[in-house]
């Protein structure tokens, strides 16, 4: 499996302002995607990363709140946008695996909205 | 709308006993199911899959039940140990729709193991 880090592991951000997380793979990936998971809540798919094209989004979730780079098949870049306290989670990246669905996470990006 | 659920939040067994992490789900279009592995202030470590055609996956002292019918998976770990203790969660998808990749996670269940 693929070795997957994120900066930066966790931040304490005020509300208005926006944080860009990013995602660096040891190895080429086709396949990266971005989730959440809120407090208490499943993960949730935010969108798929696509390398030299716009990011596919997840209904309920828009480019101009989560806009997404992929410059090269190694790294991608989600920021969050205009934070709101509801924006609070847990971020993650992941890529696809060596299986059709089987995805490899990142640790996680803990973000706290005042 | 939650289409995968774990309906226990917790669950304790002592060590040497069997756990089994129970997992439903409501979408008959799932068609490849996956157990995630999660510790605290670490991302999700993939534990095990079982593809629709199969009714039984097996790793180790990790198997995974498939129940096609009942929309129901089972996750059974034996003998269990310290070590797993940690959040589980079960994850299912849909190889042919649009987001063919897209894993709809459950809430998790956290397994604690008792000496």
């Known amino acids: 499996s693929a070795v997957i880090s994120q900066k930066p592991s966790r931040d304490i951000c005020q509300r208005g302002t926006s944080l860009t997380i990013q995602c660096q793979v040891d190895s080429q990936v086709t396949m990266m995607f971005w989730y959440r998971q809120q407090p208490g809540q499943s993960l949730t798919l935010i969108a798929t990363?696509?390398?030299?094209?716009?990011?596919?989004?997840e209904s309920g979730f828009v480019i101009d709140k989560f806009p997404i780079s992929r410059p090269n098949l190694t790294f991608s870049t989600l920021t969050v946008s205009n934070m709101s306290p509801e924006d609070s989670s847990i971020y993650l990246c992941s890529v696809g695996g060596g299986l059709a669905n089987e995805q490899f996470f990142g640790p996680g990006t803990r973000l706290t909205v005042l | 709308d939650q289409q995968v659920k774990q309906n226990s939040p917790s669950l304790s067994v002592q060590e040497g006993r069997i756990s089994i992490l129970n997992c439903d789900y409501t979408?008959?279009?799932?068609?490849?199911f996956l157990w995630y592995k999660k510790y605290p202030a670490e991302g999700p470590t993939f534990l095990i899959s079982i593809s629709s055609i199969k009714d039984k996956n097996e790793d180790g002292r990790f198997t995974v039940f498939l129940n096609k019918s009942a929309k129901h998976l089972s996750l059974h770990i034996v003998p269990s140990q310290p070590g797993d203790s940690a959040v589980y969660f079960c994850?299912?998808?849909?190889?042919?729709?649009?987001?063919?990749?897209?894993?709809?996670f459950g809430k998790g269940t956290s397994l604690l193991v008792t000496p």
């Open positions: 994850a299912a998808s849909d190889s042919n729709s649009n987001s063919g990749y897209a894993l709809n």
């Open positions: 990363a696509n390398q030299g094209s716009e990011a596919t989004y």
């Open positions: 979408n008959s279009m799932f068609d490849y």
